[in-house]
């Protein structure tokens, strides 16, 4: 018994313990500060529009922006997204209302609808093409006069 108890308490003895200390070290960023067109106001002019012509593709036009950001800092993980927001018109979740009732403006990504409160990811280096076109509710009987609508198109980082 005890030898045994003699070899328990020298297997101790021969046990290497070894230690080494840890540091960590990292820069903390933020991501960088982006704007569209220098915080300016982006207008679309569609000029004369026929109400009889309304369809959703006559009167297109191309939403002039830009993106620009104050940083070189850049993380590959993290996405540069849009937000479009504004009123809907109701009849159309990708048309911003207007004052004229039955009318919208549909903001159209790559030809598909971008719609209201959806989120698109893009890349600075390489912008998407957006166009506005008017769209009129079904059995809607427009009355002449001047149009308008505003959303607002919001830049992140995430």
Known sequence: MKKIALIVAMSGC??????????FHGT?????NCTISNGNTIEVEF????????????Y?????????????VRDESMAMTLTLSGAASGFNNAAIST?????????????????????????EQSILTLKAVP???SGAALREGEFDGTATLQVDYQ
């Open 14 to 23: 021969f046990a290497a313990q070894a230690a080494d200390n840890l540091k």
């Open 28 to 32: 903390l960023i933020s991501p960088p």
């Open 47 to 58: 000029g004369d529009v026929l109400i009889n012509k309304i369809d959703g593709t006559r």
């Open 60 to 72: 297109i036009q191309d939403v002039p922006y830009e993106i620009t950001c104050d940083s070189t």
């Open 99 to 123: 004052n004229v009732p039955g009318l919208g403006i549909e903001l159209q990504q790559n030809g598909e609808p971008f719609t209201l409160g959806s989120t698109i990811t893009v890349n």
């Open 135 to 137: 769209v009129k509710q």
